[in-house]
Structures are given as structure tokens and as C-alpha cells.
């Protein structure tokens, strides 16, 4: 069996001063990084995604833009892959699962963002295709929603979402945890 991180979107326009900043993406990318750490030490596959927005209109990760790149925090080394996809599932129309595949794959370690769009989406397929889900929750971020006239604050949107993946999409755990299974 083996388990690769996968990084979904951890992108410049979410961090402070981007064009679609999310709460806690420093902390999240912090926990990002500290998984990417210990995947790097292991020797154990990492893969990225990297969302372009491509519709007309679209305000952030704009192709072209500093804040399309991935942060720099998490950037990918040499020899990782870096996957671009145009929707929320990182499956539709990418060849993710064609590369988790010929690497021998069969879990994943997921972290990045937004909680209740690309995270939840690609966990979601993941699982559907058979993958083992392990979501690092302190390693993703997402932002306030407004529903019906309230506003939802983002550590609401983020635990009602985690919640909803727990059973039976992923095993959702904080960052450190899921470095400890590594060892197990």
C-alpha cells in the first residue's frame, strides 16, 4: 500500500492581499507544509494541484497571474508532480487518477483548499474511485458563506464540511496525526 499528500490549490490569491484571501490559509499552510516536510523525509509521493480559472469573468487564479502560482510555502520540488485542473473535483478532466495509479497509490493525505469546494469535491471522487481518504483539517481553509440572508462563519463552513466527510469519505484528522500514521 502506498500514500501519497496530495496539495489541492494552496495558491497565493487565498492568502492575505490575494484576490480571494480565505480565513486561516497562514495556519492552514503551515500545517501543508509541515505534512509536505515529512512526506519529503519519507520519500513518499506528493502530488499538487493547481486550480486556472478559465471561465470568462473569473477573479482569481487567473492564468498569467502571481496569484494562480502555487505558494511558495508548499512549492513543489523537483520530480513532483503539479496537476492543472479547471474544476472543483481534481479528477474531471486532469490525469490524476491516470498518476496515482502508475505510482501504486491506493491512499491519499489531503490538504489545501477551499474545505467546502475543491477539498470536498476531491475527496468525494476519491473516494469513489477506491481511494483510502485521510483529510489533514488544520491544513485546509475556506471563508465565510452567506445562505438565505445569514452569513456562515468560515470555521462553521470548515466544521460542518469536515463533519460531512468524516463517515464514510475520510478519516479526518489534524496534521500530526496523520504524520504519526506514516509511522505505523
Not at 473569473?58 to 508548499?74: E, Q, S
Not at 491512499?107 to 474545505?115: C, E, F, N, Q, R
Not at 481518504?133 to 463552513?157: H, I, K, S, Y
Amino acid at each position: 500500500m502506498t500514500t501519497a499528500l496530495l496539495l489541492i490549490d494552496i495558491q497565493n490569491d487565498y492568502f492575505p492581499g490575494g484576490s480571494m484571501a480565505l480565513e486561516r490559509m497562514d495556519e492552514a499552510a503551515a500545517s501543508a507544509r509541515m505534512l509536505l516536510d515529512a512526506f519529503r523525509e519519507r520519500g513518499m509521493p506528493v502530488l499538487h494541484l493547481r486550480h486556472l480559472s478559465v471561465r470568462p469573468g473569473a477573479t482569481f487564479f487567473v492564468p498569467g497571474t502571481k496569484g494562480a502560482d502555487i505558494n511558495a510555502l508548499v512549492g513543489p520540488a523537483s520530480g513532483e508532480k503539479v496537476i492543472e485542473k479547471n474544476f472543483p473535483n481534481g479528477f474531471r478532466a486532469t490525469k490524476l487518477f491516470d498518476e496515482l495509479r502508475a505510482a501504486g497509490v491506493d491512499g491519499l493525505v489531503i490538504a489545501g483548499a477551499m474545505s467546502h469546494m475543491c477539498v470536498d469535491a476531491t475527496v468525494r471522487a476519491a473516494f469513489d474511485l477506491g481511494f483510502r481518504c485521510t483529510v489533514a483539517e488544520d491544513a485546509c481553509a475556506t471563508r465565510a458563506l452567506e445562505f438565505n440572508g445569514a452569513t456562515l462563519p468560515a470555521n462553521q463552513v470548515h466544521g460542518a464540511f469536515m463533519a460531512a466527510l468524516r463517515v464514510p469519505y475520510a478519516s479526518v484528522v489534524r496534521a500530526r496525526e496523520a504524520i504519526a500514521a506514516l509511522n505505523h
